[in-house]
């Protein structure tokens, strides 16, 4: 039954089957100490193995050793002491620490132990010889990849992945005219103030940036204008055009829009035959600093700006 559940969710549901699996274990686990007359509690394992090896440790060395929480480890610590398994005691050489240890009730059971381990283990090895496929090295290997990148991050990249494509950017039309002046006076007011310079722009981006040569790409999420950039011409010696207006939504940020935009804007200037493009910011803008950094800008010595907020220029050689 639990099978064409899993069959039907997919990977999807690999949290609850891999929680049915270690409930299957670990009720199993349970029984066996029973029959071998050890009163322990499965969960208590890492713990006292870790101290049946004869060294007294402290709490932050087991949680370390063992890979839980310092939180979970002082739990199990507690319900072992109060079973009479363990004991704490001060550091002789550091009396602020405090040292775990088995006690003669729990060096007894540390005897008592010792065939079961030898049965489990065969049982362990019986059981993968039946299989396909090694589950203990496919734990090494998912342990290893989500230590070195999270489920959670994996789903936030496939996420954006996913959603970035259905982002559609397309150039500038009239009916676009006031989300190029929303978006930008959106994220401006947030940071800053608007200034003459915008107001040129925005009010009027045909005669501004369009008929002097230049161009303004829309990003529309469900046909919805989510993000604007505009590329416009340049009289300058070192510069063809410059990369400016750019504003993405914050309800719409998160899915590469910003890039988008960006990459629609540099291949326009390579088509156009530009050599490099020019760009203005601020600092406190982090994101974007770090997009342009990702696009290929880097920071070039100070130009006067129209803008009082500008306090750093970049430039791209395509």
């Known amino acids: 039954m639990m099978t064409g559940f899993f069959d039907t969710t997919g990977k999807m549901a690999i949290g609850s089957r891999l929680r049915l699996l270690t409930d299957k274990i670990t009720e199993d686990a349970a029984q066996v100490y029973s029959l071998y007359g050890v009163p322990m509690q499965p969960k208590w394992f890492p713990v006292f193995y870790v101290l049946s090896r004869g060294e007294s440790k402290t709490i932050t060395e087991i949680a370390r050793e063992i890979g839980h929480s310092h939180v979970s480890v002082s739990k199990i610590v507690r319900e072992m002491v109060q079973k009479g398994f363990i004991r704490e005691k001060k550091d002789k050489t550091d009396g602020r620490k405090n040292l775990v240890g088995l006690t003669a009730k729990g060096l007894e059971i540390n005897e008592k132990i010792a065939a079961q381990y030898i049965d489990v283990n065969n049982a362990i090895e019986e059981l993968t010889s039946q299989t396909k496929h090694d589950l203990w090295k496919a734990m090494e290997e998912w342990e290893f990849l989500l230590e070195q990148k999270s489920l959670l991050r994996r789903v936030q990249e496939q996420q954006k992945l996913r959603e970035s494509s259905q982002v559609k950017v397309v150039t500038y039309q009239p009916k676009y005219r006031q989300a190029f002046y929303d978006l930008n006076e959106e994220w401006i007011s947030a940071y800053f103030k608007m200034e003459p310079s915008d107001y040129k722009a925005l009010e009027d981006p045909e005669g501004h940036i369009l008929k002097k040569g230049g161009h303004i790409f829309v990003a529309l999420y469900n046909d919805e204008?989510?993000?604007?950039?505009?590329?416009?011409?340049?009289?300058?010696?070192?510069?063809?055009?410059?990369?400016?207006?750019?504003?993405?939504?914050?309800?719409?940020?998160?899915?590469?829009?910003?890039?988008?935009?960006?990459?629609?804007?540099?291949?326009?200037?390579?088509?156009?035959?530009?050599s490099k493009l020019y760009l203005e910011s601020n600092t406190i803008l982090k994101p974007a600093i770090s997009l342009y950094h990702k696009m290929g800008f880097q920071k070039v010595a100070a130009r006067k700006s129209p803008y009082e907020r500008a306090n750093i220029q970049m430039e791209l050689v395509l």
């Open 225 to 274: 204008p989510v993000g604007v950039c505009a590329l416009i011409r340049m009289n300058d010696p070192d510069y063809d055009f410059e990369l400016a207006k750019m504003a993405v939504s914050p309800r719409a940020q998160g899915k590469s829009i910003g890039w988008l935009l960006g990459k629609a804007c540099m291949e326009k200037a390579r088509e156009l035959g530009a």
